[in-house]
């Protein structure tokens, strides 16, 4: 099992920069794969960016690439999530997210439904 706690969220102008961060609990983590994803107000949940493993593999939403950074410390048991440039349509919860029953995924998803466990989340607000 692992359990997963965000931070780093808050009130920011647009243009701004956020770091979250994913701290993780349970001996598991550094095998997995982990995501970050987001959910607007009345818009369903979207994937923003996940990272493999062994921190090798990235991917990320079109709709950030050039802005926002992931990175993982297995040391540390921490994933974060760079956010930089941000925008007002960044708004939303984020969550980090993991792909608890496969450790050693080779393919890294940006599919919700191949994540198994989930954050309570963190705000984002971009004012304009």
């Known amino acids: 099992q692992v359990q997963l706690v965000e931070s780093g969220g808050g009130l920011v102008q647009t243009g701004g920069s956020l770091r979250l961060s994913c701290a993780a609990s349970?001996?598991?983590?550094?095998?997995?794969?982990m995501g970050w994803f987001r959910q607007a107000p009345g818009k369903e949940r979207e994937f923003v960016a996940a990272?493999?493993?062994?921190?090798?593999?990235?991917v990320y939403a079109s709709s950030v690439k050039g802005r926002f950074t992931i990175s993982r410390n297995n040391a540390e048991n921490a994933v974060y999530l760079q956010m930089n440039s941000l925008k007002p349509e960044d708004t939303a919860v984020y969550y980090c997210?993991?792909?608890?029953?496969?450790?050693?995924?080779?393919?890294?998803?940006?599919?919700?439904?191949?994540?198994?466990?989930w954050g309570q989340g963190t705000q984002v607000t971009v004012s304009s």
């Open positions: 997210a993991a792909d608890l029953y496969r450790p050693y995924n080779t393919v890294v998803h940006s599919s919700a439904g191949e994540y198994e466990y």
């Open positions: 349970g001996r598991t983590f550094s095998t997995l794969n």
């Open positions: 990272i493999s493993w062994s921190g090798g593999s990235t």
